[in-house]
């Protein structure tokens, strides 16, 4: 009970707070007041009110589809709300800047306020220097050179050196570097950080938040939208919290700590799953996939011997480059490799007798599904010669077919690591949950509409899919909703093995456990599961047995139960990787 | 919130605005209103001329012809591709068939099924080269449109053919005619009975049919696609077949009509259909187009040419004409889908 009437505290610090924003504006701070935002039927914000202060850093905390994207829209101009308030007050650097009229300052507020998002919104085909000068070229006629103020932003940012290389060919961190450069050349008083470092290194993190601060300490408004708890505790000044489109809570001083904020995201989210369960699999003595002597064909890894068990998930993990992320792609058949490969049939998913057999072959391992489908039964002889005259033109052109034109490993049900490549955007809710399974539904070439919509209201329902319907478009959904309905499409097909890469980038902790307790139930029927993953906590977390890939072979295995905690398997995992 | 309360709540707000969304209906109803208004205005201005049954006969043929292969077109589009080859594909199919019936003596039958079989290999030609070797459909289908171009003048020797004026066997050049020429109740084409048969037979497979889903599915997100298992290349080289199928029957059936072929009509089939198919809410970006969208498509341009023409403004008023109306309807489009957001 004492947890509940320090939530009811923090509820009403934060109704107070937003009473006094007409005087917050004044001081420069950024006001939402009772902002609302619906998309079609989804609710993204519904009432929002929170400030933000010029000098500190602000921690935006919430699980997927609590509104905090739709929030940043909003703030940066992309989308207007549908009720409610927005405001910027006038900041001392504005009222520095010459002549900075209200009306005036107004219709700026879109162009200051600055995102930093995970995948730059900048130009790629362009330098460094040219990217600050887009849009404020002063001339007509000739690009110009940068000016003094810009070169000195390019120093700040330790960009003097790249000035001139073309802004595709650095590292992403440098690229934000270079956003955030932008920003302040075009004087922006508010930056909002959204999941900034999800694709950076430790080190290059580091730097980033250092830059944070030191935007801060220059008395801008600093908004930090992250999944990471430790990283807001230790670098925001205060966190609110965002549930269902409103501000839950605001969380500082003492109350600012790792446990209170996911004990809020756990119980604050709409479907309160509990604690993270522990039941890993029994070990079981069949595999279901095996590859031996497994070599990829342009040397990204190579005689790698590895099997996914029976009701177990198998995590690969290795730094990019390592070739991990390749040998997930191959298992699933969208990376050409070559080797043995055995693959279990299904069998009953009870019985465990001898029912099931096994697909032998060696060589050349990147058959399509049509061709296996084929070979039931004893093909008639113009169905092998036109095999052999396709097989021949598909050996001429092996070497410029890239593995998307692949239709993958039957029996393998694979999603990738990037949403947008995994979602078909045109469609709706419930098309994308079917997608996959058409044949399945569609037999006689027609899909029955009230069967397809059963099927995806079912679907949506086991994946506690969040969605005002199941015919609104996909692009309504929250991040973390849409990958649930990625992970649902794939496992609705009943795969033997489901591979995954990264299956909880950019995903709260809520649903990272909901996604974890799915995986876990769908290996509980002795199917197999590999997830190719980058963070030490989802290994911990989900993984029976992990595979540490360095420089293209394996380096090691751990046994996820030995290790008590995260940090001893983290550590184990970085001995593996630098051996 | 639960999805459930959320559902409940807005039933039926939301169940009719998803209808009106899902059937594209506004854009639709715009459609069919501009078809309305502008026969309006044409009937007016040619005193009551364009209503008469004689000339609505005229109009709705030339909506067969364009509508036919238009159909085959928006399936392209739909996957996510582009065909510019299929006007000139047409008038080759038209030319083979024509040559090899007349000048070679072939049966018209066989003329008419080696046509469709060389149109159906063409459009697995433009799939080869859009599917595996992967040049964009827009250069690939340029090239081969250029291509079919020549070995039309070739096999013509650039000369038109009627085969009336031919000594062709007399049951065969009924048989050819009747085609597109029957004794129908009320006057009717019989183009317009194969429109409609076509339409039908695309309406089911391309709305109800896996064929359509996955076809909008591929043109959606390929790289999806690809992932879902779903056969990119060969809907792909279907979508193709099916385009200069379409094109080629449009063709000869128009054709078997006229009663004559020249070995360059097919560019003025160009632009009209792809117009129609754009104007039918088709999307050049792919994964967006219905068949009664492009049917009504055709039926707007159906109707601008025969007014137009019926008021004998020159071509240049029709070529003017077909290109505000067709900006007109992206930007409608464009607008509409900005508010749908």
Request: proline fraction near 2%; charge should be negative.
């Amino acid at each position: 009970m004492t947890h509940a009437s320090a939530d009811s505290l923090q509820s009403a610090a934060a109704a107070a707070e937003a009473v006094n924003a007409d005087a917050a504006a004044a001081s420069g701070a950024v006001v939402l007041k009772n902002v609302c935002k619906r998309y079609g039927d989804t609710v993204a914000l519904d009432g929002l009110s929170l400030l933000a202060f010029p000098g500190e850093i602000l921690g935006i905390a919430g699980p997927n589809g609590s509104g905090k994207s739709t929030m940043a829209k909003i703030l940066a101009g992309e989308v207007v709300a549908d009720s409610g308030e927005v405001k910027f007050g006038a900041s001392e650097l504005a009222k520095n800047s010459e002549g900075a009229g209200g009306a005036e300052e107004a219709a700026d507020a879109a162009r200051r306020v600055a995102i930093v998002h995970q995948e730059p919104q900048l130009f790629p085909n362009m330098t460094v220097a040219e990217n600050l000068i887009v849009g404020r070229e002063r001339s007509l006629v000739m690009i110009r050179r940068i000016d003094e103020i810009e070169s000195d932003l390019l120093v700040e940012m330790g960009l003097e050196q790249s000035a001139n290389t073309t802004l595709s060919d650095l590292p992403l961190a440098a690229q934000q570097r270079t956003e955030i450069a932008r920003s302040l050349a075009q004087n922006a008083r508010v930056f909002l950080f959204d999941e900034p470092n999800s694709a950076l290194t430790d080190e290059e993190s580091e730097d980033l938040f250092r830059r944070m601060h030191s935007l801060a300490d220059a008395g801008r408004v600093v908004i930090l939208v992250s999944h990471r708890l430790h990283e807001l505790v230790e670098h925001a000044n205060r966190v609110a919290m965002l549930i269902d489109g409103r501000c839950k809570a605001i969380f500082s001083g003492e109350d600012l700590t790792e446990d209170r904020l996911a004990r809020e995201l756990v119980v604050g989210a709409a479907q309160s799953i509990g604690p993270g369960e522990d039941v890993r699999g029994e070990e079981s003595e069949r595999a279901v996939l095996e590859v031996d002597g497994w070599t990829h064909r342009e040397g990204r890894f190579s005689d790698v011997s590895m099997k996914i068990g029976e009701g177990e998930i198998l995590a690969l993990t290795g730094m990019e480059g390592s070739g991990a992320r390749e040998l997930a792609q191959s298992l699933a058949g969208y990376a050409a490799a070559e080797g043995g490969i055995e693959m279990l049939e299904s069998s009953g998913d009870t019985d465990g007798g001898g029912g099931a057999g096994v697909v032998r072959s060696a060589g050349e391992e990147v058959a399509d599904v049509e061709d296996m489908a084929e070979e039931e039964g004893r093909p008639p002889m113009w169905k092998v010669g036109l095999r052999a005259i396709r097989d021949a033109a598909a050996d001429a052109l092996a070497k410029r077919d890239d593995s998307r034109a692949r239709l993958g490993r039957e029996g393998v049900a694979f999603v990738g690591a990037d949403r947008a490549h995994n979602l078909f955007q045109n469609l709706s809710v419930g098309e994308n949950l079917v997608a996959r399974l058409t044949g399945e539904l569609g037999r006689s070439g027609i899909l029955p509409p009230k069967a397809m919509k059963e099927r995806a209201g079912q679907l949506a329902k086991d994946f506690m899919v969040k969605a005002g319907s199941v015919d609104d478009n996909i692009m309504a959904l929250s991040g973390g909703n849409q990958q649930k309905v990625v992970i649902a499409a794939a496992m609705a097909t009943r795969p033997r093995v489901l591979i995954l890469e990264e299956p909880t980038r950019g995903v709260d902790v809520p649903s990272k456990r909901e996604i974890y307790r799915l995986l876990r139930q769908f290996v509980s029927t002795g199917e197999g599961a590999l997830l190719y993953c980058t963070e030490d906590s989802e290994i911990f977390e989900v993984a029976d047995r992990t595979l540490v890939v360095a420089k293209g072979r394996i380096a090691g295995e751990l046994n996820i139960g030995d290790y008590e905690d995260i940090e001893a398997c983290a550590t184990a995992r970085a001995r593996l990787e630098a051996a | 919130m639960t999805a459930e309360d959320m559902t409940a709540e807005n039933t039926f707000t939301t169940t009719l605005g998803r209808v009106v969304r899902k059937l594209g209906l506004l854009r639709l109803g715009g459609l069919v209103g501009a078809i309305l208004i502008l026969g309006f205005i044409f009937a007016v201005w040619s005193d009551w001329l364009f209503l008469k049954g004689a000339n609505l006969l005229v109009l709705l043929r030339y909506m067969s012809t364009l509508g036919m292969a238009a159909l085959g077109l928006t399936v392209i589009l739909v996957v996510g591709e582009i065909d510019l080859s299929f006007a000139n594909l047409a008038t080759f199919t038209s030319m083979f068939t024509a040559v090899s019936w007349i000048i070679w003596g072939w049966p018209v039958w066989l003329s008419l099924i080696v046509s469709l079989a060389i149109s159906a290999g063409w459009g697995l030609f433009n799939a080869f080269f859009v599917a595996i070797v992967k040049v964009p459909s827009f250069i690939a289908t340029l090239g081969s449109s250029t291509l079919i171009l020549g070995f039309t003048l070739f096999v013509s020797n650039s000369k038109t053919y009627s085969p009336r004026e031919t000594n062709v066997d007399s049951g065969e050049l009924a048989f050819f005619r009747g085609l597109s020429n029957q004794d129908l109740p009320g006057a009717l084409e019989m183009q317009v009975i194969w429109l409609i048969g076509f339409s039908v037979i695309f309406g089911i497979f391309m709305s109800r049919g896996v064929f359509g889903f996955r076809l909008r599915a591929i043109g959606g997100n390929e790289q999806a696609a690809t992932l879902a298992k779903l056969p990119v290349r060969r809907y792909k080289a279907l979508a193709f077949v099916i385009g200069a199928l379409m094109a080629s029957v449009s063709g000869l059936l128009d054709f078997a009509f006229i009663g004559s072929v020249q070995p360059n009509p097919g560019q003025s089939l160009l632009f009209p259909v792809f117009a129609a198919v754009i104007i039918g809410g088709a999307s050049l970006t792919g994964g967006r187009g219905t068949v009664f969208g492009t049917l009504m498509g055709a039926l707007l341009l159906a109707v601008i040419s025969n007014g137009l023409a019926l008021m004998a403004t020159g071509p240049f008023v029709r070529q003017m004409f077909l290109g505000t109306v067709t900006i007109g309807a992206v930007v409608l489009d464009q607008l509409s889908r900005r508010r749908g957001r």
